[in-house]
């Protein structure tokens, strides 16, 4: 296997026996480690609250991490070797004092790239931020990562951005949207760009509409707490939605470099029509999941689920209808939905393509447009319908495939986005990382949507555990003709 090694470095997991550590960042360590992409001295320190000691935490990673990657990839020679990366350290960081230790830990290592990934609660960013300053932690190479969710209005994610961002620079801050790490989103830009073929088609004369489609099976979990406050506006849109809604409508950026790209996506996000008032009621739907059934199973209301207000107003699906106010996309909507608790799993990007402009064969009475679908999950394709000839008499048409599934045409292992995303972290490439003003722009989309439920929509509509989700959102694309790309 080709080694292709990052710079040496320390990275260090705050939150590091979280679900988030254990089932994401520790398995995409384990096979960069595997696949040699870590430099033989990086090491990985993990800290939290519970009380471990090196082996007792290397215990439970193993256990974690054997169960996260596939069972031919895990190994005993390859968990030893990665093991022996691994340290543990017991520690909250509500506490500043506590810092020191970690310091005497790290050690002096001057240039020595450091990598603070913050897989804690958001209200601990801004202290732990501060309190790696004052120990004196944050060197030339100091960088930082942030989940999601970042604040939760636009007031919250100013005032996380400015107390980081009085420690770290801007180009030091990593904030990450794991679907920018998935293959299939970046095929997308291979498509757009990589391909002539598209963009010529890829404008308001050509496609009619678009579809950003990311629905979950699963309820709210054990996630109430957090989510009961966030709901799927805050959870999903916000970030990861519009960041795909981005990368369907931005320019070409003049090089694939961080600023050039983050430049591009910024230009979509400012020129979203802002939803304000009324409009809430016409191009939004708010929803929220009853009880319901899936395959016989009987599935909770989610005002019964774990940690969750019985009288909640939390939207667990939203529909919307965007618009982008430029001349590439005047008069093309964008709809975006998500929710939970629903009939299938699946997060697609649909764009359905104008129809012919003339009837051309009899018996063809209702031209279909061509329709691009770029699959991310469950799995990772693209497909493109065409028209083509039915076999036998006459003219008929009939919708074909041309499909392209990335397990089938490319035999090696898919990388999890965290791998890709924790090597372009070592690697310093922020590329596919969201930057402060986008963080920005998208809550100054997103906060007016919010009020204005507040304010003239305060009751979600309900709908089946289970179903496709509310009613209202198929009548939404229905007042413009057209319809959710599963029922077509
Ligand atoms: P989690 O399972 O609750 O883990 C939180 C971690 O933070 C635990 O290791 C906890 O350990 C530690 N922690 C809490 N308070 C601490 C303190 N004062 N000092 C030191 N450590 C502390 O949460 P998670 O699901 O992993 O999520 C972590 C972050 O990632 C959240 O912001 C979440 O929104 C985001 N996120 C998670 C996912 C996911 O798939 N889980 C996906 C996207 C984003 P102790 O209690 O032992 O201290």
Redesign the pocket.
Known sequence: MSARYGKACDIVV????????M??LLPALFYLHRDRHLHPDTRILS????RHDGGSYRKLVRRHVSQHVAKADFDEATWDGFAERLDYLT????QRVEFARLARHLGEQPGRVRVFY?????D?FAPTALHLESAGLVNAEARIVL???LGDSLKTANQINDRIGSVFDESRVFRID?FLGKEAVQNLLALRFGNALFEPLWRNGHIDHVQISVLETVGVEN?GA?YDHAGAMRDMVQNHLLQLLCLVAMEAPVHFEPEAVRNEKLKILEALRPITGMDVQDQTVRGQYSKGKRAGEQLPAYYFEKSVDHDSNTETYVALKAEIDNWRWAGVPFYLRTGKSLAQRKSEIVIQFKSVPHRLFPGNDTPVGNRLVIRLQPDESISLSLMAKSPGRGMALQEVDLDLHFDEAFQRRRWDAYERLLLDVIQGDATLFMRRDEIEAAWRWVDPIIRGWREVYRSPKRYAAGSWGPEAADSLLERAGHVWSDER
């Open positions: 705050f939150g590091g026996t979280g679900d988030l550590a089932r994401k800290l939290a609250r519970a520690l909250d960081v509500s913050l897989a804690t609660l958001p601990l989940e999601k969710p794991h996630r957090y």
